[in-house]
């Protein structure tokens, strides 16, 4: 069965502590994983994709790779502003688009 | 890209009524999703609907309680319909380009 699981569930890191999102995942066959940011009573925000394993992608303090089983979301020197959940989702070769959505990380990133 | 907007934002409704929420996207697209997420949890996807043919559900939600209309390329709409506290939820519509974009959601609380 096509499954994508998130850990933690929670963190809470003071500003400027790097850390990791992780992100893994057993599907059929991947088309490709994406991250998304939401915060409360919003529709999640498109971060990245990454498509095969080896590929980075980056965007301010944000920084995504993916291997052949995991994604991890890294975020250096986080601030206040950050705080959110993180989403991770696959989309599946099974031919259709679908995607299937991780439970999520709640990031809370205190002053 | 892709701009969504929803409406209504939020409602509360009496049990046993039925609700319609829009979806309008700002370029044509082909393919729109439905989504579910409820309190504290992930993404559920509830249908796929193309424009020019009968929406496709996922396992576990069926037409007559979740109709679904595609008139066009830009423009859905999702039913909940005789609605009961289990349905309150947000619910989300998105689209896929170049990558998947949701909207900011519709908010339903069903008393």
């Known amino acids: 069965e096509d499954q994508v699981t998130q850990s933690p569930e929670a963190l809470r890191l003071q500003e400027g502590e790097s850390s990791s999102l992780n992100c893994s995942y057993t599907?059929?066959?991947?088309?490709?994983l994406f991250w998304y940011r939401q915060d409360p009573g919003k529709g999640p925000e498109f971060l990245f994709t990454l498509y095969s394993a080896g590929e980075e992608k980056e965007k301010e303090r944000l920084k995504a790779t993916l291997t052949k089983k995991e994604s991890f979301l890294h975020i250096t020197a986080p601030k206040p502003e950050d705080s959110a959940t993180y989403l991770c989702a696959v989309q599946i070769t099974s031919g259709t688009y679908k995607y299937i959505f991780g439970t999520g990380t709640r990031l809370k990133v205190l002053a | 890209s892709a701009v969504i907007s929803q409406k209504p934002s939020r409602d509360i409704c009496q049990r046993g009524t039925s609700l319609t929420i829009q979806c309008q996207v700002d370029s044509q697209v082909t393919m729109m999703f439905w989504y579910r997420q409820q309190p504290g949890q992930s993404l559920t996807l509830i249908a796929t609907a193309n424009q020019g043919s009968e929406a496709t559900y996922e396992s576990g939600f069926v037409i007559d309680k979740f109709p679904i209309s595609r008139p066009n390329l830009t423009f859905s709409t999702l039913t909940v319909s005789n609605m009961s506290p289990e349905d309150s939820s947000i619910y989300l519509c998105?689209?896929?380009?170049?990558?998947?974009?949701f909207g900011p959601g519709t908010r339903l609380t069903v008393l």
């Open positions: 599907v059929s066959g991947l088309r490709g």
């Open positions: 998105s689209v896929s380009t170049d990558t998947q974009y």
